[in-house]
């Protein structure tokens, strides 16, 4: 009887180290970027006076919109490019490095929030090449996260993540983004 009980007992031992160790365990992998740059970009949206000094024109708007006033509505409907420059701190008459080149869609009627397509295209000694960025943001949150799909030159093939703050605005003519980049695969 005294045997039974032992190899009862041996056998429950290692049925729970077996059900024990044979639980998934979840791994929080914690992942450090592999490079990290602050940039700011500055808009100034076209609106019928501005024409020498704006960065940015609103191409495409809404049936009761026009191309230099923004639509009423959060701007629903409004498709603006932009060709901004790029400083690595928030004076705009700082030297530029780069060219915020691209475009942004305001795509919701209920809510201020806008679609982003962009690169930033540096030309500076420090950095060459280009890196794409793409992502909704909802203007309304202080920071707002976009990806970063892509690069040339310094920046080829890099992935990541962008996070956005609107640093400064001046009615609706013009913003300063903050830009905190952090790149997970660099080459």
Request: charged share 20%.
């Amino acid at each position: 009887m005294e045997a039974k009980r032992s190899l009862l007992a041996i056998f429950l031992l290692l049925s729970f180290l077996s059900i024990s160790t044979a639980a998934p365990t979840r791994k929080t992998r914690t992942r450090k970027p592999c490079k990290s740059m602050v940039f700011y970009f500055h808009d100034i949206i076209y609106n019928g006076h501005n024409a020498k000094n704006a960065t940015s024109a609103i191409v495409g708007s809404p049936q009761w919109g026009n191309k230099t006033i923004l639509t009423g509505q959060n701007h629903f409907g409004d498709l603006v490019v932009f060709d901004d420059p790029i400083t690595l701190d928030n004076n705009l008459h700082s030297k530029p490095v780069g060219r915020a080149q691209g475009f942004y869609i305001y795509d919701k009627k209920d809510i201020f929030t806008a679609w982003l397509g962009f690169s930033f295209v540096f030309n500076s000694t420090q950095h060459k090449g280009s890196i794409n960025f793409a992502g909704a943001d909802p203007l309304m949150n202080k920071t707002r996260d976009i990806s970063v799909i892509g690069g040339t030159g310094d920046f080829f093939m890099a992935r990541g993540v962008a996070t956005l703050m609107t640093d400064a605005f001046e009615g609706e003519v013009y913003f300063r983004l903050r830009t905190d980049i952090n790149l997970f695969e660099c080459w």
